[in-house]
């Protein structure tokens, strides 16, 4: 078990650029989300794949924020015409898919800022 | 839909006291309730979880959590707390009707003092 992989750590960008965010879930886990975490807030849910399926994505998501999951192993993240408000720790996790009682398994997040 | 409520945003505790860190929730269907922790420049660990059976559910490092159906609440609980145990701590809901979104509150800081 080598974990939740994310990279990068850390991303500093301008106003108005893209970015793109790798996940590597835990190998046999069939279920990702994402996440976006705040300073002083709990992870706010973005979306989330069984597989390569996208079976739900948060209504607070813009159509900036795009999620893939192509062949149900690694996933992407990204950002179109980044905006300030965009600045936060995006977290993935991964999970067995045993059921609605499993618990998730979180990586050390990709902090973003955008200046 | 779902939702977390953590009421205090820190708690403060002397070491060797017991602890309480309060959760109320919201969901349609059966609850599926969690705690997990995130310590400083780490990810966010769990801690235990709550599925159906008896009440009083125990996780790592000796947290416990006890479920009350008629108030909602879900309420992490040692007790005798230590320093080490300063950290975030996050309740979070899954509802039980369908769909794996996992809900989670703001977070309460625990500050344990020696």
């Known amino acids: 078990d080598t974990g939740v992989s994310q990279d990068p750590r850390h991303k500093i960008t301008k106003r108005g650029q893209n970015v793109t965010f790798r996940c590597d879930p835990i190998s046999e886990h069939n279920r990702l989300y994402w996440y976006r975490q705040t300073l002083g807030q709990g992870p706010e849910f973005l979306t989330y794949f069984q597989n390569e399926a996208q079976l739900e994505k948060s209504r607070l998501l813009s159509d900036r924020f795009s999620a893939e999951r192509p062949k149900g192993s690694f996933s992407t993240l990204e950002i179109q015409r980044t905006e300030q408000g965009d600045s936060a720790m995006y977290l993935c996790a991964s999970s067995r898919g045993s059921g609605p009682g499993e618990k998730l398994f979180f990586g050390s997040g990709t902090q973003l800022s955008v200046l | 839909a779902q939702s977390v409520a953590q009421p205090e945003d820190q708690v403060n505790v002397a070491e060797g006291n017991p602890l309480t860190v309060k959760c109320t929730y919201s969901?349609?269907?059966?609850?599926?309730l969690f705690w997990y922790v995130q310590y400083p420049n780490r990810g966010l660990q769990f801690l235990l979880k709550y599925i159906t059976g008896d009440n009083l559910v125990k996780g790592s490092y000796g947290f416990e959590a006890e479920f009350n159906k008629s108030q909602t609440s879900f309420h992490l609980k040692k007790p005798s707390a230590l320093v080490s145990d300063s950290a975030l701590y996050f309740c979070?809901?899954?509802?039980?009707?369908?769909?794996?979104?996992?809900?989670f509150g703001a977070g309460t800081r625990l500050f344990v003092k020696a």
């Open positions: 969901v349609s269907g059966n609850p599926y």
């Open positions: 979070a809901v899954r509802d039980g009707t369908g769909g794996f979104k996992t809900i």
